[in-house]
């Protein structure tokens, strides 16, 4: 008998997670196991707004792939995919194909732009490391350029997030602490930088605690924020951003929008005939895709509700990792000829967001409440208990956040 060929699309969160666990759980002569990522290297999602503001190095963020996996377990295939083929039981890459058993989903997300005008030709999305690079270059660039040129451009100064989410929290919350540095080097007033988060809803992050967005608005404001709640983008141009508030129309000149409030699944998934709610897979309780009991789907191509709030759970890293783990074990079973699967329930186990270097706001054990540097340590610490379980006392030593106070 032939070993079942398991083949793993993308190596995100879910993806990298699901390799690592099986190489430990599956012996070399019970499954081949193929991982398929277009980069050698997995980063560190949840740390790509650090990126784009120029407050961590992108190779801080990224880690190799080849690190991470034993090759003598895992195929690993530096390659793009473009096209799923379930019913074929086939995955289409830009130089090959691959043949399953098993397929394991975990494409990650695409930006949503819910139709505004101009969005998708001139804003920039923090989506990737090469996205998080542009929008540094990007910075760094037009304040080099502001002092070289007769006329002063305000729009170069003017530095705009749309969504003040998770994501447009956090990046804006990097861009406070990087900006006085920026006007130091290139010689700019820090009075003549704005930084402005625009946002729909009438409260920024959306879900929080109230106490906790008061306070993480506040501090942010302190350091130079402008919000714009309850404030709807309407239209973005090369230079101009315009949205509506309270129904009137205004404009904000500005070269630099980036796009923070919305994801959705991988395109490719819908391609590929898939049940699908906005690009993503509502998956069964065991995390198979609706009709295929050879796929699972981990990470933000899988859509899991929340029966408790009649909700989807918000696509986080947090889940993914858990959802690559419990995938792995299922795996096992089914390659180990137990066809019982268990069903899968998210253990939320607290949400931090960062505010900058060593400001935070988060809720952890059981909703306590966690303000400032000891929200900060807690992040750190989190994301050093990701590298831990991914690659070990080594990883955490070479990519760790070790200073818990700054």
């Not at 277009?38 to 999602?45: A, D, L």
């Not at 995919?81 to 098993?102: A, H, I, Q």
């Not at 760094?140 to 530095?159: G, I, M, Q, S």
């Not at 959802?323 to 186990?349: C, R, W, Y």
Request: net charge negative.
């Amino acid at each position: 008998m032939n070993n079942p060929n398991i083949v793993i699309i993308g190596a995100g969160y879910g993806g990298i997670m699901t390799a690592v666990k099986l190489q430990k759980s599956l012996n070399v002569n019970e499954a081949n196991i193929t991982l398929v990522n277009k980069h050698n290297y997995h980063y560190q999602t949840t740390w790509l707004h650090e990126n784009a503001a120029g407050t961590l190095h992108h190779d801080k963020t990224r880690i190799q792939i080849n690190e991470l996996i034993d090759t003598s377990k895992i195929n690993f295939v530096q390659d793009t995919v473009t096209k799923v083929r379930p019913d074929e039981k086939k995955v289409t890459l830009e130089n090959g194909e691959l043949s399953y058993d098993y397929l394991v989903v975990g494409l990650g997300f695409e930006a949503a732009t819910f139709g505004i005008s101009g969005l998708k030709e001139n804003a920039f999305t923090i989506s990737s490391i090469n996205s998080a690079r542009l929008i540094r270059q990007h910075i760094e660039y037009n304040f080099a350029k502001y002092n070289n040129e007769a006329d002063k451009k305000e729009e170069r100064l003017n530095l705009v997030v749309g969504g003040a989410g998770f994501t447009g929290i956090e990046f804006v919350g990097e861009l406070a602490n990087r900006v006085p540095e920026l006007c130091k080097e290139y010689d700019i007033p820090r009075e003549k930088v704005r930084i402005i988060n625009v946002e729909a809803a009438p409260t920024a992050l959306p879900g929080f605690d109230p106490e906790l967005v008061e306070y993480a608005m506040n501090s942010l404001e302190a350091r130079g924020v402008e919000f714009k709640i309850g404030a709807m983008i309407k239209e973005v141009t090369e230079d101009k951003l315009i949205f509506e508030k309270d129904e009137k129309r205004e404009e904000i000149a500005t070269n630099t929008v980036v796009w923070a409030a919305g994801v959705q699944g991988n395109s490719l998934i819908v391609d590929a005939g898939f049940e699908t709610n906005r690009g993503r897979i509502p998956v069964r309780d065991d995390l198979r895709a609706p009709n295929y009991d050879d796929v699972f789907i981990v990470g933000d191509c899988a859509v899991i509700m929340n029966e408790e709030t009649e909700r989807p759970y918000p696509p986080t890293a947090q889940i993914a990792i858990q959802m690559a783990e419990h995938t792995a074990a299922s795996l096992t079973k089914l390659v180990q000829g137990d066809n019982h699967l268990e069903s899968f329930t998210p253990k939320i186990q607290g949400t931090v967001a960062s505010l900058g270097h060593s400001d935070a706001i988060g809720v952890v054990f059981d909703d306590k409440k966690l303000f400032g540097w000891s929200a900060s340590a807690m992040k750190k610490v989190i994301d050093n208990r990701y590298l831990l379980k991914l690659g070990g006392i080594g990883l955490l030593l070479k990519k760790g956040k070790l200073n818990l106070f700054k």
